[in-house]
């Protein structure tokens, strides 16, 4: 594996495009607006995942900022993540700090662990104050990934798994 973590861009790249083609639109609480969508709606959207990395301070009263990354294996794209600058009460309870897909076709190889790895690399450079993961608890490759990158099991509710990763 020749990994590298990749900041969102705001330009259009069509192995992007059909990484999330392939990435369901839903699944296991993590959302991916681009499925289904046309190529001509990507730009649009890439700068909007753009300026929420750039947003100061909460939005709307809810939304915070969070910075959008693309996992490559080479010069191949495997997944897809985002960083929330920071937590709300509601997002604490439903949504954590990270959030992260791998493509269907690279499952089962290492990538989920590895891409967390650099994404909590990057909360510490964005000082990110808490990492807080919020998994279902029937996901148990994901609670997986979280306990294999020093993550505590702070608590359980009948649906979800709250996972700490101490910084």
């Not at 861009?9 to 681009?34: C, H, K, R, T, W």
Request: with cysteine; net charge positive; hydrophobic share 35%.
């Amino acid at each position: 594996m020749e990994l590298r973590l990749i900041k969102l861009s705001d330009q259009p790249d069509a192995g992007i495009y059909n990484m999330l083609q392939e990435i369901p639109p839903f699944e296991n609480g993590f959302v991916n607006p681009m499925h289904g969508k046309p190529f001509g709606e990507f730009r649009g959207w890439l700068q909007s995942c753009k300026a929420d990395a750039e947003q100061k301070g909460l939005l709307d009263g809810w939304k915070v900022p969070e910075s959008t990354y693309w996992l490559y294996d080479g010069d191949r794209p495997v997944g897809y993540g985002k960083i929330r600058h920071f937590l709300t009460e509601k997002l604490r309870k439903d949504g954590g700090s990270i959030g992260y897909a791998v493509r269907p076709s690279e499952r089962r190889k290492g990538y989920g662990t590895a891409f967390l790895h650099l994404l909590l690399v990057q909360c510490a450079e964005l000082n990110v104050p808490e990492v807080l993961l919020t998994i279902r608890k029937d996901n148990l490759p994901s609670q997986k990934v979280a306990l294999a990158n020093s993550g505590i099991i702070e608590r359980l509710s009948d649906e979800t798994c709250y996972i700490r990763i101490p910084r």
